[in-house]
């Protein structure tokens, strides 16, 4: 069955140093996502990724993030200047198509993210 | 946006026991999504609801989506070790709007 995959599953960096989140979608898929979880918090949407434009993006998803699709079949997040707050398990997600009662998404493992 | 409020927020079973956890809003919801979150995994899609009064059922889940369309239930019956995770309530709205989730553990 197909699946998303994501790397690496734990990246640990330094406060104000630049990450970048890796993710290849199920390759069908039209829509792509980054959720975060902090641990032991409910999943939170940051983006949403279509058509090589931001769909739509969270309070969360500041100047600090960026998203970018460089080629057929990776999907990244960046985080340019990490701040402590913002360790957490990031997971990329994906679909189908998109809207009100549309498909589900599919999560990839995630990336567990700890900044120190 | 909408949100959606889940109680309770963990659930200690027995095994072979019955559980409900409950999704609500204060606003109609146009569907409703639960996913599982296995310890240490992340959420897979379980089911999609969307007309009102809609009950489904997975083997011992039952998921039911209210008159209203402003609540939502999940039942499993004669719970598993298997059944141990959080279950997640999520309206699809051009992306998903989680909530608290319910942490079941189970005694064997």
């Known amino acids: 069955e197909p699946e998303v995959t994501q790397t690496p599953s734990h990246q640990v960096t330094q406060m104000g140093q630049e990450v970048i989140l890796r993710c290849v979608p199920i390759?069908?898929?039209?829509?792509f996502y980054w959720y975060r979880q902090i641990l032991g918090q409910k999943v939170e949407f940051l983006v949403s990724?279509?058509?090589?434009?931001?769909?739509?993006k969270s309070e969360i998803f500041d100047d600090q993030f960026s998203v970018e699709r460089p080629d057929g079949s990776n999907f990244t997040l960046k985080i340019r200047s990490t701040k402590l707050e913002d360790s957490a398990m990031y997971f990329c997600?994906?679909?189908?198509?998109?809207?009100?009662?549309?498909?589900?998404?599919?999560f990839g493992p995630g990336t567990r993210l700890t900044v120190t | 946006g909408q949100q959606v409020m889940q109680i309770p927020q963990y659930q200690h079973v027995q095994e072979g026991e019955d559980f409900t956890t409950y999704c609500n809003s204060s606003t109609t919801l146009s569907n409703i999504q639960w996913y599982k979150q296995r310890p240490g995994g992340h959420p897979v899609f379980l089911i999609q609801?969307?007309?009102?009064?809609e009950v489904k059922k997975q083997k011992r889940l039952t998921f039911q989506f209210g008159e209203a369309k402003k609540n939502s239930s999940l039942h499993i019956t004669a719970t598993q070790t298997t059944d141990v995770g959080t279950y997640f309530c999520a309206l699809n709205d051009y992306k998903l709007s989680f909530g608290a989730g319910t942490t079941v553990t189970v005694r064997a």
């Open positions: 609801l969307v007309k009102s009064g």
């Open positions: 390759s069908n898929h039209l829509y």
């Open positions: 997600a994906s679909s189908v198509n998109r809207g009100q009662g549309a498909h589900e998404q599919y």
């Open positions: 990724f279509y058509n090589n434009e931001i769909s739509e």
